[in-house]
């Protein structure tokens, strides 16, 4: 299996680090972006996209769900699994980011070993799905 590729977003430099280090760590490759901007425009032009992305909810340039409603426009990205990794645990701002297309909402602060296995659950329910066969059109069954 090759080595999952995780895309960090987040404009505070401490969080991407401590993220990179103990991503780094759990053997993942990391690209970090301290910009939306950057990662949308970064996403647009990579031929080596990310297996799952992480990103914060408060941002300066635009906020989370904004960016993840972006991201998911972009086709080679769009089935790609979102974290959204924030200090809001205000219900509207979860709503909000799950409508935006948000795998998973998790409250910092939040353990390295907690964030590392909530990461490997998701590519391994991705890669589960990947080895689905594809779905048959309900209505030819009708």
């Known amino acids: 299996m090759k080595q999952a590729h995780i895309l960090v977003v987040d404009d505070m430099k401490t969080s ?9 760590r759990a053997k993942f490759r990391v690209t970090v972006k301290n ?9 647009r032009l990579t031929e080596d996209p990310p297996d799952l992305i992480i990103t914060d909810l ?11 409603r972006r991201l998911k426009q972009i086709p080679q ?12 645990s205000r219900q509207d701002l979860v709503v909000d980011s799950l409508d935006a297309g948000v ?6 602060p939040i353990s390295n070993h907690d964030l590392i296995e909530r990461v490997k659950t998701m590519l391994q329910a991705r890669e589960m799905e990947r080895l689905l066969p594809p779905e048959e059109d309900e209505d030819q069954f009708i």
Not at 77 to 88: D, E, K, Q, R
Not at 103 to 108: F, G, M, V
């Open 35 to 43: 910009s939306p901007i950057m990662a949308l425009s970064w996403l």
């Open 103 to 108: 795998d998973a909402y998790l409250i910092k």
């Open 16 to 24: 991407t680090t401590v993220m990179d280090i103990a991503l780094t």
């Open 77 to 88: 990205i769009a089935h790609t699994p979102v974290v959204m990794l924030t200090a809001h």
């Open 58 to 68: 408060n941002m300066p340039e635009m906020n989370g769900a904004t960016f993840v």
